[in-house]
């Protein structure tokens, strides 16, 4: 995946993050409480750690891209996001989450459309991504961003995990 694309594409610098990031990843994490309600426990670098190490079945950390979107040194965005899962030509958006004091200002819609562009471009057919039941923020943020429901229901500790996705529609 090419990140320098990403950031052409979206206009923001676009990096790998990893463990010596955590503090600038759980600042902005801590904002998103509403996510946490229905997406628990809160935030905590514990957490932050394991999600940088998480891969789903059948894929490697040549796969992943837990990745930070930045206004010069200020971390505004962050995503994890793994190339082919859970099949060939699918991006899956496994976390995305924008600086809370940001909200409302068409940044997060703004990442969205620039790394949908560009992975299209590379060649995905379509990104996917799961809601948590309820939360009708997120529900909200993915639907405004042309992602649809699937019908995918996936059960979890706390709710269920509902499936969305986008196609490369110019293909």
């Given amino acids: 995946m090419d990140l320098k694309s990403i950031s052409s594409s979206c206009g923001y610098s676009v990096r790998k993050l990893g463990f010596g990031d955590i503090d600038i990843i759980f600042n902005v994490l801590k904002g998103n409480t509403l996510y946490y309600e229905y997406h628990p426990p809160f935030v905590t670098k514990e957490s932050i750690i394991d999600d940088i190490k998480a891969l789903p079945p059948g894929k490697n950390y040549s796969d992943k891209y837990f990745i ?17 899962y859970p099949s060939g030509g699918t991006a899956f958006i496994g976390f995305f989450a924008v600086d809370a004091s940001l909200s409302g200002r068409g ?20 990104a996917r991504l799961a809601v948590d039941y309820g939360n009708c923020q997120s529900k909200a943020f ?19 995990y509902l499936v969305m996705e986008k196609t490369d529609s110019c293909r």
Avoid: H
């Avoid at 940044?107 to 379509?126: H, R, V």
């Avoid at 993915?142 to 269920?160: A, I, L, M, R």
């Fill in 142 to 160: 993915w639907t405004k961003n042309g992602f649809t429901f699937t019908g995918e229901e996936y059960p979890n500790d706390f709710s269920s």
């Fill in 107 to 126: 940044i997060g819609t703004k990442i969205i459309a620039g790394c949908l562009k560009t992975l299209f471009e590379q060649g995905f057919k379509k």
């Fill in 68 to 84: 930070g979107f930045f206004n010069e040194e200020k971390l505004y965005a962050v995503m994890d996001l793994i190339e082919n």
